[in-house]
């Protein structure tokens, strides 16, 4: 199935540090958006971004909707324990049937 | 957020039987459910899309009659793995959304094991 190219496939950071990760596509998308799954769980909603340009904050999450529609970042700041686990971005094709493309994941492990 | 259900959460079963997942939004109608099926450290993969009332779309290399997807009302969708094998055992998801562009909301999955 069609895939997201996601990176940085895995991340090892200490606690504090800031996390960033990203999303691209060679196609343009109407929506993003960015989960976070534990082990054996489904994934949480984090952040939704609906326009090119938006910057949108989750408590220490912030993520931004690429100016080309084919990109977009997510950044953990003052990472915590808590915050491992598996990221995903998701995104909503702009034309063709209506469905969403998952990226390859980022997992995350914060080391105390 | 928006709730969504999913049941059972963890299933084991003889090679040959068929086991029904449900996937129900409790809060919300959901005019299109989806379900995914994830390997470990993999991502979700796309099996296919459900409509109220009509017919799943299924993604390219899904069977349909070996993936049925019921999605009988706007809060209802169910998946059932008919004669399931061990090939079959993985992690499947199902998520809705209220619409195109709008935001997509979890179950918290069901673990497949078949022996």
């Known amino acids: 199935g069609q895939q997201l190219n996601q990176s940085p496939q895995s991340m090892f950071i200490q606690e504090g540090e800031d996390v960033s990760m990203n999303c691209t596509s060679s196609s343009i998308f109407n929506t993003w958006l960015w989960y976070k799954q534990d082990p054996g769980e489904g994934p949480v909603l984090l952040i939704a971004?609906?326009?090119?340009?938006e910057l949108t904050s989750n408590g220490r999450l912030t993520a931004q909707f690429g100016i080309t529609r084919k990109d977009s970042f997510l950044n953990i700041s003052a990472s915590i324990p808590s915050d491992v686990g598996i990221y995903f971005c998701a995104g909503h094709i702009a034309s063709g049937t209506y469905k969403y493309i998952f990226g390859t994941g980022t997992r995350l492990k914060v080391l105390a | 957020g928006a709730v969504v259900s999913q049941h059972p959460s963890r299933v084991i079963c003889k090679s040959g039987t068929s086991v029904k997942i449900e996937c129900r939004s409790l809060?919300?109608?959901?005019?299109?459910m989806f379900w995914y099926r994830q390997f470990p450290k993999q991502s979700l993969m796309l099996m296919a899309t459900s409509n109220e009332g009509s017919k799943a779309t299924y993604e390219q290399g899904v069977e349909k009659d070996k993936f049925l997807i019921n999605h009988a009302s706007l809060t209802l969708s169910t998946l059932t793995v008919t004669s399931a094998h061990p090939e079959d055992s993985s992690f499947y998801i199902c998520?809705?959304?209220?619409?195109?562009?709008?935001?997509?909301?979890f179950g918290s999955g069901t673990q497949l094991s078949v022996l």
């Open positions: 971004l609906y326009k090119a340009g």
């Open positions: 998520s809705a959304s209220t619409g195109p562009n709008e935001k997509l909301f």
């Open positions: 809060d919300f109608q959901a005019t299109t």
